[in-house]
C-alpha cells in the first residue's frame, strides 16, 4: 500500500510541478509535460511489479500507436478558443474527437494485423 501511495504522490507531484511551470511560461511548461515522463513512470513501475520485458515492449508499441491519434487535440482546442468558443466547450470537443480518432486507430491498425 505504501508503495502505491508513493507512485501516485511521485506522478502528483510532477503533475503539479507542471502547472506551476506553465503558469511562468508557457512554452517550457508544453515542453516537459511533452516530455514522457508519464510513460516513462509507468515503465519503471511495470518493471519494477513484473520485471516482464514482452509487457513493456507491447505497452511502450501501444503508447506509440495512442500518442498519434491524440495529437490533433493539441491543435484543434486552441483553434477553438482563438476562434471564441468557450474554455469547457472546446475542451470536450477536443477529447470527444481525440476517442473517436483512438477507436479508428485501433480499426485501422487491426486491418493491418497490428493488435492494442
Do not use: H
Not at 80 to 109: K, N
Request: aromatic content about 12%; glycine content about 6%; proline content about 4%.
Amino acid at each position: 500500500m505504501l508503495y502505491l501511495a508513493a507512485k501516485a504522490l511521485l506522478s502528483g507531484v510532477i503533475i503539479a510541478a507542471v502547472s506551476e511551470i506553465a503558469k511562468r511560461s508557457p512554452a517550457f511548461g508544453a515542453l516537459v509535460v511533452s516530455l514522457p515522463l508519464v510513460s516513462l513512470l509507468a515503465v519503471i513501475w511495470l518493471w519494477r511489479d513484473t520485471g516482464d520485458a514482452v509487457r513493456i515492449a507491447a505497452q511502450m508499441e501501444a503508447t506509440f500507436w495512442y500518442i498519434l491519434p491524440s495529437l490533433p487535440m493539441f491543435l484543434l482546442v486552441p483553434a477553438l478558443l482563438r476562434s471564441g468558443v468557450s474554455f469547457w466547450l472546446s475542451l470536450a470537443i477536443g477529447c470527444l474527437v481525440t476517442f473517436l480518432l483512438y477507436f479508428a486507430t485501433a480499426w485501422i491498425l487491426s486491418r493491418f494485423g497490428i493488435q492494442l
